[in-house]
């Protein structure tokens, strides 16, 4: 009897233990103890943007350069895959095209907008409009092709 009351106890403790929320994962690096605003950037650094619910309008919508955005999730692997090329697109149209991230988790508002199929989903607005979409993401190499077409033709 003593046997089975321990094991009762090892089995709540184990599923207790099962039940504890994983780590966030920041969205981009950011200076150790820095707040989330502070990883924020502006166009032209080669770094993404933050985009939210409260800065869409100003930092997409209202924005004189075209915009990609890449609409994620923490949970999600294949945006987890393509967040090193949306860097790398960052850095190679800096001052040209401003690159933001919009979490899909923690700015519903937006996401519902604009999803339709799944994350991860890029977009690329010219004067407030979307001109070209990419949902979901195979290889950096796939992601490149179906993108950079769009966005050299923003800039025109």
């Known amino acids: 009897m003593r046997s089975?009351?321990?094991?009762i106890i090892l089995t709540a403790a184990t599923l207790a233990a099962c039940d504890k929320p994983?780590?966030?994962?920041?969205a981009t690096p950011a200076a150790p103890n820095?707040?989330?605003?502070?990883?924020?950037?502006?166009?032209g650094d080669g770094k993404e943007v933050i985009i939210t619910d409260?800065?869409?309008q100003s930092e997409v919508l209202d924005s004189k350069q075209?915009?990609?955005?890449?609409?994620?999730?923490?949970?999600?692997?294949?945006?987890?895959k393509a967040a090193p090329t949306i860097a790398a697109l960052a850095k190679e149209y800096s001052g040209k095209v401003?690159?933001?991230?919009?979490?899909?988790d923690s700015n519903q508002k937006i996401a519902s907008q604009y999803v339709r199929e799944g994350i991860p989903l890029f977009l690329?607005?010219?004067?407030?409009?979307?001109?070209?979409?990419?949902?979901?993401f195979a290889n950096d190499q796939g992601l490149r092709a179906q993108l950079k077409p769009a966005l050299e033709a923003a800039l025109k």
């Open 124 to 136: 690329v607005f010219k004067d407030g409009k979307v001109v070209h979409q990419v949902t979901g």
């Open 22 to 26: 994983a780590a966030p994962v920041a």
């Open 66 to 80: 075209p915009v990609l955005v890449d609409i994620w999730a923490t949970w999600c692997g294949p945006c987890k």
């Open 98 to 104: 401003k690159v933001g991230k919009l979490d899909s």
């Open 54 to 56: 409260a800065n869409f």
């Open 4 to 7: 089975l009351a321990t094991l």
């Open 34 to 43: 820095a707040s989330p605003s502070s990883a924020v950037t502006s166009a």
